[in-house]
């Protein structure tokens, strides 16, 4: 084995979950053999000593490749891109103005949309009380950046270039899932599209499978579910 990466000997620690999608995304767009492995979050698998040697945060996704490791999972979709992806198709060459761009958006997915849309989940469908400050807080300010997404693809395709990238990857495993926390989408039409757009590529399904997620009907069903607990929990608080 060569002593710096890649090692071609991928291992993927997935749940399905949007951050559990985001890097299956890039693995079969590109098309890579790699081991799958799910990583029970409702049984708390990601806090067991085998896990956390892998993230030392224990949560997933976490990759190996050999004895590498790579833990959050925006690093993960910039390490497959940078080792496996030589040829740029979802990525752009290091040091260009477009490969700042797109970084640009992946970091702004991992700094905003997924820490606010994952906290307005938390209030709307699994709180402990029914918290309608935290909810409003974290449904508004997932808005706001779906409407930040909408200034770009009201006028263009995709968010970094004219190309889908890693970029669009990572805030797409989110925000298709918005309607949970009840945003109206028909607000953001460009976003639409391009959620329907990115829903259809043939790699997008293989990437929820992978990771072991409900199919969309089975998913909805059971978010309409924890809506109605939580709205119950709204009514006996009165
Ligand atoms: N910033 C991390 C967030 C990872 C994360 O929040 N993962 C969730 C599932 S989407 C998880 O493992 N939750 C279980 C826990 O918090 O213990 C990343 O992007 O990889």
Do not use: C
Not at 59 to 69: E, F
Not at 98 to 126: C, D, K, T
Not at 135 to 162: C, F, H, N, P, Q
């Amino acid at each position: 084995m060569s002593s710096s990466p890649p090692y071609n000997k991928l291992s993927y620690y997935t749940f399905g979950t949007p951050n559990g999608l985001k890097p299956a995304l890039i693995l079969e767009e590109l098309g890579l053999k790699y081991d799958s492995h799910q990583v029970n979050i409702m049984k708390n698998e990601q806090k067991e000593p085998w896990f956390l040697d892998i993230n030392p945060n224990g949560r997933i996704p976490a990759l190996k490749d050999g004895d590498l490791r790579v833990f959050e999972s925006g690093a993960i979709m910039l390490y497959l891109t940078d080792m496996y992806d030589k040829e740029k198709k979802f990525t752009y060459e290091y040091g260009t103005d477009l490969y700042y761009e797109m970084l640009s958006w992946v970091m702004f997915q991992m700094g905003g949309i997924g820490p606010m849309q994952g906290q307005a989940n938390h209030f709307r469908l699994m709180a402990p009380v029914y918290d309608t400050y935290g909810m409003k807080r974290y449904i508004d300010e997932t808005k706001r950046l779906i409407s930040v997404l909408e200034i770009r693809l009201s006028k263009a395709d995709w968010l970094a270039g004219d190309k889908y990238t890693i970029a669009d990857m990572a805030s797409w495993a989110w925000v298709k899932g918005a309607p949970s926390v009840d945003i109206d989408m028909s607000e953001f039409p460009g976003v639409e599209r391009w959620i329907k757009r990115i829903a259809e590529r043939p790699a997008t399904e293989k990437a929820k499978t992978a990771t072991g997620a409900l199919p969309d009907d089975k998913m909805k069903e059971m978010f309409d579910g924890m809506k109605a607990k939580m709205d119950a929990k709204k009514d006996e608080a009165k």
